[in-house]
């Protein structure tokens, strides 16, 4: 199973960072080239991506530092993205997982892997500008 981590170092205390992660809200700020917009929805949220719309469920645990986000689309498949803020005095470092789905080409997952580091940077960029 293929998947990727990727990992950067943000310069902005823990709560600021998780908090505004930890909300799907926000989303598309930092990671526009996925998802458009996020609407509460019940007991979840919907996400507008290229591909449609898709059922988002948020999993936190803030003593860890966990954020996972499930993505269910119409498929009969979930997509999660596992994350997680680590606190190091007054920064912290962002990582993100994510795993390459049964059918998606090694030339697509190569892509979305790109994306991610795109979007830690502009997460970064975000985070840092205050």
């Known amino acids: 199973m293929n998947s990727d981590t990727q990992s950067i170092a943000i310069n902005c205390e823990f709560g600021k960072l998780y908090n ?15 998802c458009s917009s996020v609407e509460r929805n019940g007991d979840g949220w919907v996400a507008q991506t290229a591909a449609g719309k898709v059922k988002l469920f948020c999993k936190t645990n803030r003593e860890y530092g966990i954020i996972d986000y499930e993505f269910k689309p119409v498929l009969p498949i979930k997509f999660i993205l596992h994350s997680r803020v680590l606190s190091n005095s007054r920064a912290c470092v962002f990582v993100m997982t994510h795993f390459k789905l049964p059918f998606t080409s ?13 979007q830690l940077g502009m997460l970064k960029n975000f985070m840092e500008k205050d």
Request: net charge negative; hydrophobic share 30%.
């Open 20 to 34: 505004f992660i930890s909300e799907p809200g926000n989303i598309p700020e930092w990671m526009p080239q996925f």
């Open 106 to 118: 090694d030339e697509i997952f190569e892509k979305q892997k790109n994306k991610v580091t795109e």
